[in-house]
């Protein structure tokens, strides 16, 4: 399967969840490539930590940009498990060129004002990959970097399951420091020496839904 991560707004986790997946499946003995498709680099940067704090990344990592990663992507699809893509918070060349040789597409946002303000633009672009795809591309959102508690979540929530060209995942991936200290490492949240289990089964509810169709129970 080739999961791509995408966002026209930087800052919403997208690139922490892109290696986190391919650091769990890998861990799963799947045969992973990680694609690196944005500018900013983050997830070479955080395999090059991984294999000094691993000495193994569990992964192959390469870097892609601009029209190529479709045909790039596309010629290696036969020798991996799973492709994961981590393309740039905006739009680009390189995310429009993951979004049409994906299987799977998730797209997180942050449960603020400001961040669903750039839905339109989402769909939008969605609407123009799909119209050009011979079969359609499953589409998903979900909250990122979601509060523990707030009224925020739920209003969110709420407007994102209304939007038909995406289809909205319960499965809120929150805030937690766990997370982000792990990335500074090249871990996953599922490494190391002190594991959050809420965050763990935050991201594996996620992970199932999108890979098996596991319908689990939701977190509130």
Same mark, same amino acid.
């Given at each position: 399967?080739?999961?791509? +991560?995408?966002s !026209?707004?930087? &800052?919403v986790?997208?690139?922490?969840l892109a290696?986190?997946m391919? &650091?769990?499946?890998?861990?799963?003995?799947?045969? #992973?490539l990680?694609?690196?498709?944005? *500018?900013?680099e983050?997830?070479?940067? +955080?395999?090059? @930590?991984?294999?000094? %704090?691993?000495?193994n %990344?569990g992964?192959?990592?390469? /870097?892609?940009?601009? $029209?190529n990663l479709?045909?790039q992507?596309e $010629?290696?699809?036969?020798?991996?498990?799973?492709i994961? !893509? *981590?393309?740039g918070?905006?739009?680009?060349?390189?995310q429009?060129a993951a979004?049409s040789v994906?299987? #799977?597409s998730?797209i997180?946002? #942050?449960p603020?004002?400001?961040?669903l @303000?750039?839905i339109?633009?989402?769909?939008d672009?969605?609407?123009?990959?799909?119209?050009?795809r011979?079969?359609p591309?499953i589409?998903?959102? +979900?909250l990122?970097?979601?509060? !523990?508690?707030?009224a925020?979540?739920? *209003? #969110?929530a709420?407007?994102?399951?209304?939007?038909s060209?995406?289809t909205?995942?319960?499965?809120?991936i929150?805030?937690?420091?766990?997370i982000? /200290?792990?990335a &500074?490492? &090249?871990l996953?949240?599922?490494?190391g020496?002190?594991?959050?289990?809420?965050a763990?089964?935050?991201?594996?509810d996620? +992970?199932?839904?999108?890979?098996?169709? /596991?319908?689990v129970?939701?977190?509130?």
């Amino acid at each position: 399967m080739v999961i791509s +991560f995408n966002s !026209i707004k930087g &800052g919403v986790g997208k690139s922490t969840l892109a290696t986190t997946m391919a &650091g769990w499946l890998a861990s799963q003995g799947k045969d #992973v490539l990680l694609v690196d498709g944005d *500018d900013q680099e983050t997830s070479s940067d +955080f395999t090059a @930590w991984r294999e000094q %704090t691993l000495g193994n %990344t569990g992964y192959t990592l390469v /870097n892609m940009t601009g $029209a190529n990663l479709r045909k790039q992507v596309e $010629a290696m699809k036969p020798k991996y498990d799973h492709i994961i !893509i *981590d393309t740039g918070g905006r739009d680009t060349t390189s995310q429009r060129a993951a979004l049409s040789v994906a299987d #799977v597409s998730m797209i997180p946002f #942050v449960p603020r004002s400001f961040d669903l @303000w750039t839905i339109t633009k989402v769909t939008d672009l969605i609407d123009e990959i799909q119209s050009i795809r011979a079969e359609p591309l499953i589409a998903y959102t +979900f909250l990122s970097r979601a509060d !523990i508690r707030s009224a925020d979540n739920r *209003d #969110v929530a709420e407007a994102l399951s209304q939007i038909s060209q995406l289809t909205y995942l319960p499965y809120p991936i929150s805030n937690r420091k766990a997370i982000s /200290n792990a990335a &500074g490492l &090249g871990l996953t949240p599922f490494e190391g020496e002190s594991i959050d289990t809420k965050a763990t089964k935050e991201i594996e509810d996620l +992970f199932n839904r999108v890979l098996n169709g /596991n319908h689990v129970t939701a977190t509130a």
